[in-house]
């Protein structure tokens, strides 16, 4: 029972969960599936087709992506074809001459299936290529149509389908997921007047101010040339070196190094359109507008420690984490929030608002939230969806405009080219994940893979043959640039073609003293330990040397703890700054940086609990724990030494889902130890679970202990039990009272971690 309950749901996928006839119900407290749904499911039929092709996307109404839905493909019950549709008899032998004779050039069947073969892979994206994505919507929940006429924001309730794909920058497209690196964060808005994409990050800022170092910067964090190695990973000399060289990037890097880099989940991070863009309202004035994800769950990360484990446990982790969520009806979900402001504003601020390595303080300028986005489908099929869709920053919609941020301005170049190579030509809007929902009507033509079949011969504009169409929307309907003013100081500078950037841009230090300062103690330990890590994989000294030298000029504190645990005697000279930093910047502390500033709703949807169990264990009282945790939205295992089952105290058979061996501790959000002084004492000489324990221990995180299991606790090194001092995560049971233990654990669930457990070294 405890297991059906368990069973994955997914209300948008009714075709794949249905008993006895009837698509399960949603487990209480998770949202609601859309009414609109099309009631196929997954599976198409022949009668499926587009209104692409005919009526235009009812606005507003548009919540579905329903043209996908002709391109779904489902083979039940049909026979094997060849591409063009010939029934194959025989799939498994090759035409022969003689069954001991030579394969005949004529098997046309066999040189289709292997030439298809042999063609199958395309190009990964140059950065970014690990990426998992899902389907959802967004919705407006304010109304902003005084800031922009963009069609998400038409109206408060409005819903627009949206595809996001997260994913690591610099690991190859099968590298592990739980490495230290940003995340990319890509909406693909499919509005009813065309596509937008907001392409942003978990990281608000970037590493660099001119996209003509882009390919210097990925060259150097990606695998050194001659070996290819590292994979994945920012810890080697080529990545030190350039960043020790670009002090420009010395925001970034606090970011890069702070537990932002290793998120719990793509469900607990934030996303940041990280420019400065234009919204445009109908009257065509225009606001500088910054944009902003926030989580509903909170922002949540993991332990490094755990992250190198979870790299070898499992690989898929995040991938794994979001899929597994949204089939299980967790759907992910977070608010759209925006800082919006004037350029006479922005002009007066220390900071200049193109330099993408610059926040704009949520002190200085409040978060206003105006919609929120679900994830609530996850792709059918990986290829098709996640790995062929492209994001581009240059696809706006009216209502949305550019700023001159040259990172942005570069971008708007790089992404289309890449998909030319990537998606092998001009026609990749045509592949479906790609295609707007809204017509597309133009006079472009030909290319590899044309899919459209055009009517007429009219392809050029004007014409007078097609009455002149298709036409020209005109301002009012169309997408119009925003007829941009330079302020005045730059307009007076008389325009001169030059190779520069203004001089704000040259402080590359104030904001990197912002964050470091605005982080907790703990978050703070977390950047010296990584500076240190990947310092220490840094073999050349010179370069350890100068990015202490950098340091020196964010936080002192921070250089010395540095270069004492890179084994330093002396503090190298402080890089040369190119600016001061601001004397008194507008806003010199701000909590809002700190990962602590949003805990979240305090629920624990798909957090995953281990309950350890062996022979002797009190099932009642485990089932109660598993029940209520089920109830609240969390993913409990019973894991075990073995699979099969083990006799509880009473006698019955308790499942054994998972073995510790299958699915270790870090796998895991929290554990509750063996209820029963028994199956403690077994497991406390089970190598396999002391390290269970152990490290769900060393790794901060929520444990429930039945008295009775203080043995295997104690087996675990955890022998200073700082219950005395107020460990949130250590949750103390009488054996007797387990059962009712469950709403207290939930709520030590909910605070994710224990940080202040942590000691260094570690305790345990
Ligand atoms: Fe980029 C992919 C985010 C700067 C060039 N980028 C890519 C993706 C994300 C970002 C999330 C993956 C999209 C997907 O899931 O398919 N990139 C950013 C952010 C940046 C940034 C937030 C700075 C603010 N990027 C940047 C610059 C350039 C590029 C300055 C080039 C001048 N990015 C690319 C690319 C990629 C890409 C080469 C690789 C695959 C792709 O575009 O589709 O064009």
Known sequence: QALSAALPHNANKPAEYVQGGQAMPAPAGVHAAPDN?????????????????????????????????????????????????????????????????????????????????????????????????????????????????????????????VFVRFSTVAGERGSADAVRDVRGFAVKFYTDEGNWDLVGNNIPVFFIQDAMKFPDLVHAVKPEPHHAMPQASSAHDTFWDFIGLTPESA?????????????????????????????????GQATLVKFHWSPVPGTHSLDWDEAVKINGADPDFHRRDLWEAIEGGAFPEYLLQIQTFTEEQAAGWSFDVLDATKIVPEELVPLRTVGRMVLDRNPDYFFGETEQVAFCTQHVVPGIDFTNDPLLQGRNFSYLDTQLSRLGGPNFHLIPINAPVAQVHNNQRDGFHQHGIFRGRVAYDPNSLAGGCPHQAGAAQGFTSFAEKLLEQQATAEPTKLRAKPEKFADHYTQAQLFYASQSPVE?????????????????????????????????????????????????????????????????????????????????????????????????????????????????????????????????????????????????????????????????????????????????????VPTGAATLLQAAGVTTLPEDEGDPGLLFVPDDQVAQAGEEFIRRIALHRAWQRQTEPPMV
């Open 37 to 161: 749904l099309d009631a196929t499911g997954s599976t198409i039929t022949e009668d499926n087709t587009s209104p692409k092709n005919g009526s235009k996307a009812e606005p507003g109404n548009n919540l579905n992506i329903v043209p996908l839905q002709k391109h779904r493909i489902d083979s039940g019950g049909r026979h094997i074809t060849t591409n063009q549709g010939v029934p194959v008899a025989d799939n498994q032998h090759s035409l022969r001459l003689g069954e001991r004779g030579p394969t005949l050039l004529e098997d046309f069947i066999l040189r289709e299936k292997i030439t298809h073969f042999d063609h199958e892979r395309i190009p990964e994206r140059v950065v970014h290529a690990r990426g998992s994505a899902a389907h959802g919507y967004f919705e407006c929940t304010e109304d902003i149509t005084d800031l922009t006429r963009a069609a998400p924001f038409a109206a408060v309730g409005k819903k627009t389908p």
């Open 251 to 283: 925001h970034m890097v606090m970011w890069q190094m702070s537990d932002r880099a290793i998120p719990r989940s793509y469900r607990t991070m934030q996303g940041f359109g990280v420019h400065t863009f234009r919204f445009v309202n109908a009257q």
């Open 524 to 704: 703070r330990y977390h950047i010296a330990r990584a500076l240190r890590f990947e310092l220490t994989r840094v073999q050349t000294p010179a370069i350890r040397e100068r990015i202490v030298a950098m340091l020196r000029n964010i936080d002192e504190n921070l250089a010395t703890v540095v270069a004492q645990d890179l084994g330093m005697t002396s503090l190298p000279e402080p890089l040369p700054a190119a600016r001061p930093p601001v004397a008194s910047p507008e806003v010199s502390i701000s909590p809002a940086l700190s990962l602590l500033a949003r805990p979240g709703d305090g629920r624990i949807l798909a957090r995953r609990v281990a309950l350890l169990v062996g022979d002797g264990v009190d099932g009642a009282a485990l089932e109660a724990v598993y029940q209520a945790l089920v109830q609240a939205g969390a993913v409990p295992r019973y894991v075990g030494a073995k699979l099969g089952s083990v006799q509880s105290s009473s006698g019955d058979a308790l499942p054994v889902e998972v073995t510790m061996e299958a699915a270790p501790s870090v796998l895991f959000d929290a554990v509750m130890l063996p209820a029963g002084a028994g199956a403690a004492a077994t497991m406390a000489a089970d190598g396999l679970a002391v390290e269970f324990v152990q490290q769900q221990y060393r790794h901060c995180k929520p444990l429930l």
